[in-house]
């Protein structure tokens, strides 16, 4: 069967150290993935795209790899901050549709 | 220039009612998805639509639920004889392109409905 998998525990760690969250798929073959940020009561806000071809994206602190051979995205925050706290979902496109499929998210909260 | 509006935030209904989620893309936008998210778990797509047309509808119940984008004026998510499980956040989204093209989507801040 098909499956987005993100680490559904928390992930908690101290101000300034870098926070690495992981997307697992099974049965997708993405053309492209994408991660947002969500925090309580607000709708995902979108963050990076990163394509099949491509194995690394940044954006300031952001970075985020695509290997499509172990079928996993890594997601890094570096530096992190408390304003970073937040829900990171990641999403893959359903092949050939204009569908987008989410993970369930990981919470991170960064401490001072 | 505004960002996707719903409304309302939050809507409460009785079951057996209808709840109508009204969703208003960002300007320039014709491409609308709505997104149904349960407590403690991700985003489940439902429907995707442009003006006038819906064009995947593979994610949404097939009865009770109706969708529409008309030509004039803001999507409409309809639920018909809303029951307890119907309560979640609603989220809508609009792109310029559809998503193939790797266009960006935006979310509005969803409607929380809740049945008693």
């Known amino acids: 069967s098909q499956k987005i998998e993100q680490n559904s525990e928390a992930l908690n760690i101290q101000e300034g150290k870098t926070a690495t969250l992981t997307c697992n798929y099974t049965?997708?073959?993405?053309?492209?993935l994408q991660w947002y940020r969500q925090d309580p009561g607000r709708g995902p806000v979108f963050l990076l795209l990163?394509?099949?071809?491509?194995k690394e994206k940044r954006k300031e602190r952001l970075k985020v790899t695509f290997d499509t051979t172990l079928k996993q995205s890594l997601f890094h925050i570096t530096a992190s901050q408390p304003a970073d706290s937040a829900t990171y979902l990641c999403?893959?496109?359903?092949?050939?549709?204009?569908?987008?499929?989410f993970g369930t998210g990981t919470r991170l909260q960064v401490f001072p | 220039n505004a960002g996707v509006m719903q409304n309302p935030r939050h809507l409460v209904r009785r079951r057996g009612q209808e709840a109508r989620l009204r969703c208003s893309p960002m300007?320039?936008?014709?491409?609308v998805y709505w997104y149904r998210q349960l407590p403690e778990e991700g985003l489940k797509f439902m429907v995707y639509?442009?003006?006038?047309?819906?064009?995947?509808e593979s994610g949404m119940p097939k009865e009770r639920f109706s969708a529409e984008f008309p030509k004039e004026g803001p999507s409409i998510l309809r639920i018909q004889q809303v029951v307890r499980g119907d309560s979640a956040a609603y989220f809508c989204?609009?792109?310029?392109?559809?998503?193939?093209?790797?266009?960006?989507?935006?979310f509005g801040p969803g409607t929380r409905l809740t049945v008693l």
């Open positions: 989204a609009s792109s310029r392109l559809g998503l193939r093209t790797t266009d960006t989507q935006y």
């Open positions: 049965n997708y073959s993405p053309a492209y």
């Open positions: 990163i394509r099949e071809n491509e």
């Open positions: 999403a893959l496109d359903e092949g050939n549709t204009d569908k987008l499929i």
């Open positions: 300007k320039g936008h014709s491409h």
């Open positions: 639509l442009q003006k006038e047309n819906i064009i995947d």
